[in-house]
């Protein structure tokens, strides 16, 4: 399973199945999330194995109509995502935002997580 599918399952519950891959469709739902690969770390031995795992940073939006709905749906998303069966560590706090053309308001955290190959 990709990190993406991971994260998908983790979170997709928590908004009714509007859980989107790096973009969401102008017409999805509020509240919804949106995830995205922003990096991880590579994983190499000097022997040549190949890694039994993969670490991907994801970024996590979640999308409401108020700051306070916006912050409380990533918080739940964070502990959904602590909860899950996979290696899970948030890097940073969130950060909130406002998109003054939707007038829709965000709240975002980066999450370093490791998951099988």
Known sequence: MTPEAHVFAALQALVGGRCYPDVAPSTAALPRIVYQQVGGRSVTY??????????????????ATTR????????????????????????????SGHEPDTGLYGARQDFSIWVPL
Do not use: F, H, K, Y
Request: proline fraction near 4%; aromatic fraction near 2%.
């Open 46 to 63: 000097t022997e040549g194995t190949v890694p039994d795992r993969e670490n991907a940073r994801m970024q996590i939006a979640c999308w």
């Open 68 to 95: 306070e709905a916006a912050t409380a749906l990533a918080r739940q998303a964070e502990a959904a995502l602590m909860a899950a069966s996979l290696q899970c560590e948030p890097l940073g706090a969130r950060v």
